[in-house]
């Protein structure tokens, strides 16, 4: 016999305010962890200039920065490469010859590397001197509009973007930087310390991003970093990251994950998944090389923004971040992606 306590429609509402305060107790773990990482942008998905404006302008010239400045990117990414001399350049490959005049200015000092079957010529930054780099002309590749634009120091783009936007480098091939006595994660954090950014004290916000994870893991542990962290992942390399293992794992020392956006499209629970680790997701790279795809490109960033639910996007065209539409309408519903 059932007493008062265990009548069934009893029964059912307490199992249901039970579910209820789950599901509530759920929201606010995850509210408190996207609060908790500046990189959950719930509200305002960060916009993230991919070596600036650089559908437009040569990239990671001063030109391309300005320009994604002044399309209203509160980020510009910097990619970090080293000189023979230890500093700090923006440049995305680790060689000159394809966005300077290298073989022009410096014909004999190539490296002949195998490519498969074919032997190469490449001019590697470690192999000049800061003095030497900045003789070349970084423009002229992409128009001769931009005839003279010269590769940056990483304290020449914090000077750029100091009261205008953040800073989102990238250490790129740290450890081939290490086999040429050159530590570029201890480089780095001395450019930081001198412009007083290693805690947020002073200029413009900085997140660290790079593929090395064992970087990211130095930063965190030998220089005590607390700068917000980006682990960016690609390809069939992924994989070992992309289990509930490996992005728990992530979570440990990165504030954010940074899949090619490839990798969502195969598998849009990433970024859930992703998100159930506390971790930001900010996918790579929404570009259109040439006006008639512009339309094209919005309609994928507003799929990555409203469906995917990422955080955030890379992109070479700042300017029509803006021009994705809202992802709820006035009812707070959402909208119907592409």
Known sequence: MLTNRQHPN????????????LALSLDSVISVQAQSNPLRQTDTPLNIAHRGASAYAPEHTA????????????????????????????LH???LERTTNVATLFPQRYRRVQRGAKAVRQWFAYDFSLAEIKQLDAGSWLSEAYAGERILTLDE????????????????????????????????????????????EHGPQVVVQSFHFDTLVRLRQQFQSSLPQVFLVYGDSAAPWLSDEGLARVATIADALGPSKLLIEADPTLVSRS???????????FASPHRATDAALIREMQTALCLWQVDGLFTNNPDLFGQVGPCRDESNAPVATP
């Open 63 to 90: 030109a391309a920065y300005r320009m994604a400045i002044e399309m209203g990117a509160p980020f510009i990414e910097p990619d970090l490469q080293m000189t023979r001399d230890g500093v700090l350049i923006a």
């Open 157 to 200: 783009v914090i000077a750029l973007a100091q009261g205008k936007a953040d800073i989102m480098p990238e250490l790129k091939y740290p450890d081939r930087y290490l086999a040429q006595g050159l530590d570029m994660a201890q480089a780095f954090w001395h450019v930081l310390e001198r412009h007083r950014l290693t805690r947020g």
């Open 275 to 285: 998100h159930q680790q506390g971790l930001a997701v900010i996918p790579y790279t």
């Open 93 to 95: 490959d680790p060689t």
């Open 10 to 21: 009893r029964v059912i509402a307490q199992a249901l305010l039970l579910c209820l305060a």
